[in-house]
């Protein structure tokens, strides 16, 4: 009885310490010159995940002694970036491949990709099959999807990018796609870019994430099989071959810091923002 007592204390004593860690890394008040207690935390990735990291970013060091400081360069290099320590944290518009499956990897929004045009392409609405067949070069006018009489003229993202990684995914569920004309394609290494090439580019198409809605600028957003990508549509499964999750990456053993910023995250506060920023929270059960 006596060594069972002696149990529960120490987990509780184990307990109160990690909060009271957690606590002191958030308020800063863990005595001492506060400027000589800064720790920072460094994330790369995703250009989707990129603004909604610089929201949480803004608001989590307000209330902790934590700087993070964010960088892009798409999916790709998340995994690379955390093993190699340059990077605490990797950022992923996507699920881990079987490679990045060895660190540890956190659900924190899910996302749909927004299919989107230039001015004056006269097209609200395509299926999966004539993006399908839009990019693989089958169609290469718009009036052969009801739309105007111009060339149409397809942007990609990078090799690697996580929003390139779901629209392909989905392509190729339609007989016989394939992506033998992308390197005939102008290539974008940014949401932004993206965006920029869209609204620049008289009869082109690209693709983007749902956050980036609010400044497509004069691109128009489409609907796809009829479907809106909203993040109703998300959660409730109408939008799904365009849905996916965004993912950040850490080694087995974060820092400190690394995991109360995770927790922040997940936290309302941090979901709050999610939402704030067009994406979508996850459900509270599926919260850790």
Known sequence: MESKTQMIIAVLLTAVICIAGTYVL???????????????????????????????QEEFEKHSKVTISISGGGSGVAAPGVRNGSADIGMLSRDPTATERDLRSLII????????VGANTGVTNLTLEQIAKIYQGEYTNWNQVGGTDQAIRPVI?????????????????????????????????????????????????????????????????????????????????????????????????????????????????????????GFVPLPKTDRP
Do not use: H
């Open 26 to 56: 958030i308020n800063g008040n863990s005595g001492g010159n506060n400027n000589s207690n800064n720790v920072s935390i460094v994330a790369t990735g995703s250009t989707t995940v990129m603004p909604l990291m610089t929201e949480f």
């Open 109 to 116: 929004a899910k996302d749909g990709v927004v299919v989107i």
């Open 157 to 277: 993202r990078e090799d690697g990018s996580g929003t390139r990684d779901c629209i392909d995914t989905a392509m190729k569920t339609v007989a016989g796609f394939n992506t033998n004309n992308y390197n005939n394609y102008p290539s974008q290494s940014s949401t932004g870019s993206m965006i920029s090439s869209v609204t620049g580019t008289q009869g082109s198409i690209g693709y983007v994430n749902l956050g980036a809605i609010k400044d497509l600028g004069s691109a128009t957003p489409l609907t796809v099989n009829g479907v809106q990508a909203t993040p109703e549509n998300v959660i409730n499964g109408s939008y799904a071959s365009l849905s996916r999750n965004l993912v950040l990456l850490t080694g087995n053993n974060p820092s400190t810091a690394t995991q109360s910023f995770l927790n922040w995250i997940m936290s309302a506060q941090g979901q709050a923002i999610v939402e704030a920023e």
